[in-house]
């Protein structure tokens, strides 16, 4: 577990230490390091995503260079924060052109249980391979009959049922980085439009629903 909230722009100890507050990378680099010497699996959590713009993008940088050396032992990375639905996938950091960098982690940032802002609470069930603990999927569960529940809030009974299976909903043959790439790099190809409309639904969490038409 990580205390990313060290990476947050408001954190003013990034004055006096903006690469590593707190020496929480250095930690993590003997944490991983002795991992992979062990031939252990690691899956890493926190709040802020690296990745995300309200982290200190030294840190991030740090970070990322992190996750490239040690891609073969992580397994998963999973964020919140931003009570939305999205991921992020890191490629490694070369000299070589944008489009030949290789995909080498996935960050996954899951919706939250909460319904700030006007979302509908949410969580996140991740299955992973028993022995290796490479994911295979996860499940979106998200709440139904919100809008009947904050208008009967004494009788209105409520459920979190299954929204959808990841590797089901994009159509992936698996949940390693080079396959979510692939989707994720081409989902703006007008032929691929369905998985636009669907990121864009999972994203919201469901609040408002978009559909073809929306898009033009």
């Known amino acids: 577990m990580l205390n990313t909230q060290v990476c947050d722009l408001t954190n003013f100890y990034q004055i006096s230490n903006p690469s590593d507050p707190d020496d929480q990378l250095a930690w993590l680099v003997a944490q991983l390091l002795a991992s992979e010497q062990a031939g252990q699996a690691v899956m890493l959590a926190g709040h802020i995503p690296p990745t995300h713009y309200w982290c200190n993008q030294q840190w991030s940088k740090r970070y990322n260079l992190i996750v490239q050396r040690f891609a073969k032992t992580l397994r998963g990375q999973f964020f919140g924060h931003t009570h939305q639905d999205h991921i992020t996938v890191q490629r490694e950091d070369s000299l070589v052109r944008m489009e030949d960098k290789s995909p080498t982690a996935t960050l996954f940032i899951t919706p939250s249980l909460t319904t700030f802002s006007y979302q509908v609470p949410s969580y996140r069930v991740f299955l992973a391979e028993r022995g290796s603990n490479h994911l295979t999927d996860y499940h979106q569960y998200r709440m139904n009959g919100l809008k009947h529940f904050n208008a009967q809030r004494d009788q209105a009974e409520f ?55 929306s898009l033009k």
């Not at 990841?166 to 790439?181: C, H, I, K, N």
């Open 159 to 213: 459920a979190f049922d299954l929204q959808y299976k990841f590797t089901q909903e994009y159509d992936l043959a698996d949940m390693s980085p080079r396959s979510v790439w692939a989707r994720w790099s081409s989902i703006m190809v007008p032929a691929n439009q369905k998985y636009m409309i669907k990121f864009l639904n999972n994203y919201l969490t469901g609040q408002r629903h978009y559909d073809a038409a």
